[in-house]
């Protein structure tokens, strides 16, 4: 059993930065993969980014490609997705989630989930 937790949400404008973390109760092996996903009010959970623990390439949705960047700390069980340049279609629950396996865009593919952390951006 993994528990994450996610922090760093908050209320920004447009073009702030924001960096999110997710901190996993245990060390998970490089078999492990984490990834973020949103979630907006009455739109379906979306994958935004994720990543190998091992170090792997990372991968991300076109719409945050060139904006966020998603990034593995082993010594701390810590995975962070720094969100520069933030929209007002940002703004959305940001949840963390652990997979058994190679990154995957697909939710039902992960096995752990936090509880979330808002990110709302002012246009």
């Known amino acids: 059993q993994v528990q994450l937790v996610e922090s760093g949400g908050g209320l920004v404008q447009a073009g702030a930065s924001l960096r999110l973390s997710c901190a996993a109760s245990?060390?998970?092996?490089?078999?492990?993969?984490m990834g973020w996903f949103r979630q907006a009010p009455g739109k379906e959970r979306e994958f935004v980014a994720a990543i190998n623990w091992s170090g792997g390439s990372a991968h991300y949705a076109d719409s945050v490609k060139g904006r966020f960047t998603i990034s593995a700390d082993n010594t701390k069980n810590t995975v962070y997705l720094q969100m520069n340049s933030l929209k007002s279609d940002d703004t959305a629950v940001y949840y963390c989630?652990?997979?058994?396996?190679?990154?995957?865009?697909?939710?039902?593919?992960?096995?752990?989930w936090g509880q979330g952390t808002q990110v709302h951006v002012s246009s």
């Open positions: 989630a652990a997979a058994v396996g190679l990154p995957s865009y697909f939710p039902s593919e992960y096995d752990y």
């Open positions: 245990r060390r998970t092996s490089g078999s492990y993969s």
